[in-house]
């Protein structure tokens, strides 16, 4: 069989807009498959076409609103193909549900992280392809080789790609390296910030020190960093409900912060959000599509990019087993 031949694309049912995207940027047509629930809830996958000896990626990010569903339909997906003799299975899942059990924080806990990590390698699959985990110490989980891919490279950077795309969305705007802070809204998230500002001009690290109080629930501490009269980018993987990212730029308001721009990957938006992301402090809200977005969570300062391309691009890259370290600016 040709080397491109080999190639078999097929989308879950959690985000099938994502995958087509994937598929149009690899030039390919999905994998047809049927996958349905019967009266008592039960998942039925089927897959409609031969792929014996094929290299299998399953498209399916185990995000809300049914993180549960999501998740049993993707394992359901890797039994039928482990069933149909293909020759490799990886599960690209945009979105990892259960990122942030990750570790026990008292006693009696579980590690859903590394549970779920258990359940998708027992069910077959031969490898994994993540985008902006929430803790990388939960690729360890995994005894089956993790690709993991960043956010940051649609959000602010520029890879080598098999056709041209649009720059890149925050490095076209008209920053001046002078003005720009790059603010991490918690001390777990300095790492990820120091990166992105390296990239952005190289640009100063703020961090905001918080003192959390209960699942998602946090209280702004102390500002440690200069933001005044800046132009303020915050970092982060994944933005919640939302408090975390709007104590924190009320704070960096109130410490003189001329514009304020907040950067995530994930877009959960639990309730209430959208409200908190939209009340004007922001001057912008920039994600990526990694989760299914409606038109329920549109704000005036939002703006979504597409991480479709840059998956696209890492199966391709996966496919022929070249590196998968994008070259960034």
Not at 258 to 280: D, K, M, N, W
Request: proline share 5%.
């Amino acid at each position: 069989m040709p080397h491109r031949e080999r190639l078999k694309v097929f989308s879950g049912s959690a985000h099938p807009e994502l995958s087509d995207e994937v598929a149009n940027y690899l030039g390919m047509e999905l994998g047809t498959s049927t996958i349905k629930k019967f009266a008592d809830g039960e998942v039925y996958v089927q897959i409609k076409e031969s792929i014996r000896g094929c290299d299998v990626f399953l498209v399916q990010p185990t995000c809300p609103p049914n993180v549960n569903d999501n998740l049993m339909e993707l394992l359901i997906m890797i039994d039928a193909c482990r069933r149909a003799s293909c020759r490799s299975i990886t599960c690209v899942i945009p979105y990892y549900g259960y990122a942030r059990a990750d570790r026990r924080t008292s006693g009696r806990e579980s590690i859903a992280a590394k549970l779920t990590a258990n359940l998708l390698t027992e069910s077959g699959a031969t490898r994994i392809v993540m985008l902006d985990i929430h803790s990388l110490q939960t690729i360890g989980y995994f005894d089956i080789p993790v690709d993991h891919i960043y956010g940051e490279t649609v959000i602010l950077g520029a890879f080598y790609t098999l056709v041209p795309i649009r720059p890149h969305y925050l490095t076209s705007k008209d920053f001046a390296p002078k003005d720009l802070v790059v603010v991490s809204p918690d001390v777990g998230g300095v790492p990820r910030a120091r990166a992105f500002a390296k990239k952005l001009c190289d640009a100063p690290l703020a961090i905001i020190d918080k003192r959390r109080t209960g699942h998602n629930k946090a209280e702004v501490m102390n500002l440690i960093g200069d933001v005044d009269g800046k132009v303020v980018v915050m970092v982060d993987d994944m933005i919640d409900t939302g408090g975390t990212l709007l104590a924190g730029a009320k704070l960096l308001r109130d410490s003189g912060a001329r514009e304020i721009y907040a950067c995530a990957t994930h877009a959960i938006f639990s309730p209430p959000a959208v409200e908190r992301l939209g009340s004007g402090v922001f001057t912008e809200v920039i994600v990526t599509n990694s989760i299914p977005h409606t038109e329920d969570r549109d704000f005036p300062q939002l703006t979504v990019l597409s991480v479709g391309n840059l998956l696209g691009e890492t199966i391709w890259r996966v496919h022929n087993d070249t590196p998968v370290s994008f070259n960034k600016l």
